[in-house]
């Protein structure tokens, strides 16, 4: 694997307001590859803002190290032995890595092209050619039209692309994006989130995408780590996170992506369920990638005469793969049913009997 672009090792960051401490970060290590999109999800307070400030050292770390592109920007060890770049050279630096937020932060006196074209200040270039970059941004956002309106005279999600355009004025490796679609409508979230999937895509921009919408992950990210008082519970591939939480929390966040919760909720509580005869079970069935394929349901009934009566199905597609769930009724002898149990474990699918036989 080849060296990420970005590596953060060991960070805590400790605040001491008035006397009192806080451990906004604690201990965290990520590295994020060349062309990842990488959620930080959590809740408000967990630390995620604090710890991607750090990338930029818009926040320096009390402890650990933040290698940018195997640069080292900051080394501080417990015993207080700092490295760090700085001046001039960190200016520079900082300029390579753009950044949005949620409340777009615009210059609300200046049109849209002059928002741009602020993030411009210290090229060097003649005004024409930073004028002709600017045209190509707002294309690149679909502002072309918008050049001389001015923020007040846009939308949310308008505003958050003049905030994308600026951003990217000085074509930068990496783009934090913090609480970029938190202000914003479901339509105009899933935009700019496919906006960012498409400069990933085509300029392989590495994304840092903080957030508290396991949905944003879903729709995005290639990996994700999940952020709690400072600590990353767990990290990994999005497929992974989502098919395998471990911790509560990201079962939780899960849980608020999909609303499967409620729907095993409600079926749960239904009459049916509620009234399940004697030798009939209620199951959960998940499965990723090809065991979606699989006629599953024909092969119960076919190979082990067990009727799987289906009551909830949903289909999600996550970096590219299916993961399904189904809520099923199982009705069999006995015998068939764990035979049928063990070819459903051959398949990779996970069984998990809510009521009935073994529950
Ligand atoms: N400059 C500061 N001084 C003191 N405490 C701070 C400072 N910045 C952040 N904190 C505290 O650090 C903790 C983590 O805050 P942080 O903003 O990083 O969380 P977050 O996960 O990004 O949440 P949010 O989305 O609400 O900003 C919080 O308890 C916060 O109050």
Same mark, same amino acid.
């Given at each position: 694997m080849t060296a990420p672009i970005i590596s953060l090792k060991d960070i805590d960051v400790t605040f001491t307001p008035k006397g #009192?401490?806080?451990?906004?970060?604690?201990d965290v290590s990520i590295d994020v590859q060349k062309g990842d999109i990488?959620?930080?999800?959590g809740y408000s307070g967990a630390g995620k803002s604090t710890l991607v400030r750090t990338v930029n050292l818009l926040q320096e770390p009390t402890s650990g190290s933040v290698t940018i592109n195997g640069e080292t920007f900051f080394s501080k060890t417990n015993d207080g032995a700092a490295t760090k770049i700085k001046g001039k050279e960190l200016k520079e630096k900082r300029r390579k890595i753009g950044m949005i937020f949620q409340h777009f932060n615009l210059l609300n006196e200046r049109t849209v092209e002059e928002n741009v074209l602020f993030a411009l200040e210290n090229n060097k270039e003649k005004e024409k050619i930073k004028k002709e970059k600017v045209a190509e941004l707002l294309e690149l956002v679909d502002l072309s039209d918008r050049a001389k309106q001015y923020p007040s005279q846009l939308s949310g999600g308008q505003k958050q692309r003049v905030a994308i355009a600026r951003a990217l004025a000085n074509d930068p490796e990496i783009l934090i994006s913090d609480e970029a679609t %938190?202000? !914003?409508d479901p339509k105009t979230t899933r935009q700019i989130l496919d906006l960012l999937k498409k400069l990933n895509k085509q300029y392989g921009l590495t994304v840092l995408l903080i957030t508290h919408e396991m949905e944003a992950v879903k729709a995005i990210a290639d990996k994700v780590a999940?952020?709690?008082?400072?600590?990353? *519970?767990? #990290?990994?591939?999005? !497929?992974?996170?989502?098919? #395998?939480p471990q911790a509560e929390l990201t079962k939780e966040f899960i849980a608020t992506a999909t609303n499967q919760d409620q729907a095993i909720q409600a079926i749960t509580d239904s009459e049916t369920v509620k009234n399940l005869p004697a030798g009939q079970t209620f199951a959960e069935l998940k499965y990723t990638g090809n065991s979606t394929n699989e006629p599953l349901i024909t092969s119960l009934y076919e190979?082990?005469?067990?009727?799987?009566?289906? *009551?909830y199905g949903n289909i999600e597609v996550l970096q590219g793969t299916e993961v399904g769930s189904l809520l099923v009724i199982l009705s069999s002898e006995k015998d068939n049913l764990d035979d049928a149990l063990a070819f459903l474990a %051959?398949?990779?699918v996970t069984v998990n009997i809510l009521k009935g036989a073994q529950a």
């Open positions: #009192k401490t806080i451990h906004a970060v604690q990488y959620g930080i999800v %938190s202000a !914003l999940v952020m709690q008082n400072g600590r990353v *519970l767990e #990290k990994g591939s999005t !497929l992974d996170i989502f098919t #395998k190979q082990f005469g067990v009727v799987a009566n289906i *009551l %051959s398949q990779n």
